[in-house]
């Protein structure tokens, strides 16, 4: 079973950046694919994007160009840059890694 932490969500004016992370434990995750989901208030949960054990990576079409998926197999840990944010990126962001979930970390956007 693996779990998964995710940090770096934060406060940002519109335009800004953040980078979250998510490390995994338990298990080793370079051998699955990964993905970062997101949930704003009253909306179901929505695909950002992912990357695959081979570094393909794949975007929702709202962030495609802004954010960027990445990961450190070495650390165990995947990556999402997220760039030129716009207020309606605001959401909790999660981790997911086949039936696992993080439990989320918060992405404020001020306009």
């Known amino acids: 079973q693996v779990q998964l932490v995710e940090s770096g969500g934060g406060l940002v004016q519109a335009g800004g950046s953040l980078r979250l992370s998510c490390a995994a434990s338990g298990r080793t995750v370079s051998s699955y694919t990964m993905g970062w989901f997101r949930q704003a208030p009253g909306k179901e949960r929505e695909f950002v994007a992912s990357i695959t054990w081979s570094g393909v990576t794949y975007y929702a079409v709202s962030v495609k160009g802004r954010f960027t998926i990445s990961r450190d197999n070495a650390k165990n840990t995947v990556y999402l840059q997220m760039n030129s944010l716009k207020f309606e990126d605001t959401a909790v962001y999660y981790c997911?890694?086949?039936?696992?979930w993080g439990q989320g970390t918060q992405v404020t956007v001020s306009s």
């Open positions: 997911n890694c086949r039936q696992e």
